[in-house]
């Protein structure tokens, strides 16, 4: 039984610089979401697909950040020119629909921007 | 805007103390879960309760659903030093899709 998986683990880049992150999700699953979390706070939504459709981004997610699930497997988050506010632990989860969106989420990639 | 507020922010208890933290918000959800998370890694789902006044039990845990469903307890008998750890609440509102996450609680507990 495979869990959610996200590549890398960690990322140091410096400042300007692009980052890509990968999620695979549970292999059933048909809704991934991506989640921020910063030191001491609770993860905050970014934003979710339902199979290849991004049906939902947050406010957080500015210009330089963009998500694709192309065939409604895995996804990728990618942050363009990257800042040091976006140093930050990124989640991804993934649920099953219908249900009660129970979420079951990946071990998170730790990005540092220097 | 959804917002959940969890109570403690820290506590810090001898093993075989018992604990509870609490989750509350002004807003109905149609579902809430609690999660622990370890450091560096990502948050792990204990459980999710539905129904208003739903208990839950997992072992030495208990999860409680407030009659409204706006508010929730998770309570811890007789804490273990594995209890340790980051507790997390997180509510889905009635479209059921984002969760909200209360800013956790984080438990240590000393042999």
């Known amino acids: 039984d495979t869990g959610v998986s996200q590549n890398p683990r960690h990322k140091i880049t410096k400042r300007g610089q692009n980052v890509t992150f990968r999620c695979d999700p549970i292999s059933e699953h048909n809704r991934l979401y991506w989640y921020r979390q910063t030191l001491g706070q609770g993860p905050e939504f970014l934003t979710y697909f339902q199979n290849e459709a991004q049906l939902e981004k947050s406010r957080l997610l500015s210009d330089r950040f963009s998500a694709e699930r192309p065939k409604g497997s895995f996804s990728t988050l990618e942050i363009q020119r990257t800042e040091q506010g976006d140093s930050a632990m990124y989640l991804c989860a993934s649920s099953r629909s219908p249900g009660y969106n129970e979420q079951f989420f990946g071990p998170g990639t730790r990005l540092t921007v220097l | 805007t959804q917002l959940l507020e969890q109570s403690p922010q820290f506590l810090s208890i001898q093993e075989g103390e018992n604990l509870t933290v609490y989750c509350n918000s002004s807003?109905?959800?149609?579902?809430l879960q609690w999660y622990r998370q370890e450091p560096g890694e990502g948050p792990v789902l204990l459980v999710t309760?539905?129904?208003?006044?739903e208990v839950k039990k997992l072992k030495r845990l208990t999860f409680q659903f407030g009659d409204a469903r706006k508010d929730s307890s998770l309570h811890i008998t007789a804490a273990q030093p594995g209890d340790t750890g980051l507790y997390l609440c997180?509510?889905?509102?009635?479209?059921?899709?984002?969760?909200?996450f209360g800013g956790g609680t984080r438990v240590l507990v000393k042999p």
């Open positions: 997180a509510g889905a509102g009635a479209a059921g899709n984002k969760l909200t």
């Open positions: 309760v539905v129904t208003g006044g």
């Open positions: 807003s109905v959800f149609s579902s």
